[in-house]
Structure formats: structure tokens, C-alpha cells
């Protein structure tokens, strides 16, 4: 995957989509900046990160990811990803359904996704150095740019979804001391049931992380 270093840009999410529709780039290519000043996070809410946080954006085509893979659950799959990689530099950082990065209750990141033409594009935001109130950072230290060098090899391996999923499972019990927001409405994830392919069973509803 090509990697591009920037000092700074003001949403490393939307200049990947508007330069994937415009052709100027081609997967896999991924974008991290050490300062986002107009970040996007999920529901279209503001990311508000601080330099040398992580701002890292990347696109990839369906060949990169493993075949049993559903694509609504794309989230989950990138952000399990970065927790596989972190967890083994020793860092206890969890994954709240469907895309959050968490350290016991304090969120210190995310990750959002969307798809452009035949493309999958993906941004990650994480607190390395430094978190605003009510929120944590990063557990281990790491630079921003050993981070990306490191999720990408992982994530060109392909790990199976049922890989990912089986330890994912392991820890979604956590998730149900939240809530998650569908429909933009706020709801409790305490009687959630994870299925197989991503999605929770809520309410009696199928409901997917389209993020």
C-alpha cells in the first residue's frame, strides 16, 4: 500500500473520497496527517483531534479484504484491525460495537467507512498524545507513523471475518454497558445479540453498523 506523510489537512476522510471520484488516486493508498483541522467523524459529528494524534485515512478495493467479509460490517472488520495490532504491542484497548476505541469506559478513538464507486474507504482516529475532556488516550506508546506502517501490513494479510469475529465476540459483552446511536436515535445496547455477520439483533431488529 502507498502511504502519504502530511503535516496537515483538513479531513484526511473527505480528501480521499473527493480524490478517489475524481481519479487521482488508485487503491490501495492510504493518507495520515499529523494535524486534521476539520475532521469527520461518525453521523457526519466533527472529529476534533490534537497534532500528533493519529488522522489516517485508506482505500482499498474488494480483492484487499477477505471474501467472507459483508461489507456492512466493514467497520467492525478495520477497527479490529487496529485493535489486533495495538493489542499485541500490549495495549488494552477494546472495540465498542460498532466502531469505537475504547479503554475501560473512556472512548479514545473510531473508525467511519464509506464505499466510493467500487472502492472501500476507511479513517481511523485515535488519541495518542492527547484527548479532550471526558475522553482517554492510547495506553502504549507509538508514533503516528509506526501506527500506519503497522495496521497496514496487518490488514494486507486478509485475516478471515471469522477470525475477526470470534475475537470480537470475546469481547462484546462491553458493549452492552453503552449505547450505540441508530436512526440517529440513542439506544441501549444491554439486550444486544451479536450475529454473525456483524449486525445485532436489537429490539427484534436486524440492525447493521453502516459506518
Known amino acids: 500500500m502507498l502511504v502519504e506523510f502530511v503535516d496537515s489537512c483538513p479531513s484526511t476522510h473527505l480528501y480521499l473520497t473527493d480524490a478517489l471520484r475524481k481519479g487521482v488516486i488508485k487503491p490501495p493508498y492510504a493518507i495520515c496527517a499529523k494535524n486534521q483541522t476539520q475532521g469527520v467523524g461518525s453521523r457526519g459529528n466533527e472529529w476534533n483531534g490534537y497534532e500528533g494524534n493519529l488522522f489516517l485515512s485508506f482505500c482499498v478495493d474488494k480483492n484487499f479484504l477477505p471474501n467472507d467479509l459483508n461489507e456492512a460490517s466493514i467497520s467492525i472488520y478495520f477497527s479490529m484491525i487496529m485493535k ?22 473512556l472512548k479514545i478513538g473510531g473508525t467511519i467507512s464509506t464505499k466510493v464507486q467500487n472502492f472501500y474507504v476507511g479513517s481511523i482516529g485515535l488519541n495518542l498524545l492527547k484527548a479532550p475532556e471526558n475522553a482517554g488516550v492510547l495506553d502504549i506508546s507509538i508514533q503516528a507513523n509506526d501506527l500506519v506502517w503497522g495496521f497496514c501490513e496487518l490488514l494486507e494479510k486478509k485475516i478471515s471475518w471469522k477470525e475477526i469475529l470470534s475475537k470480537f465476540s470475546v469481547e462484546f459483552d462491553k458493549s452492552k454497558n453503552f449505547i450505540t446511536h441508530i436512526n440517529n436515535e440513542s439506544v441501549d445496547l444491554s439486550e444486544a ?12 431488529k436486524k440492525v447493521y453498523s453502516l459506518r
Open 84 to 105: 489486533i495490532y495495538l493489542q499485541n504491542l500490549g495495549s488494552n484497548l477494546w472495540v465498542k460495537w460498532p466502531n469505537d476505541f475504547y479503554l475501560n469506559e
Open 193 to 204: 445479540v451479536l450475529c454473525e455477520d456483524g449486525a445485532i439483533l436489537i429490539n427484534k
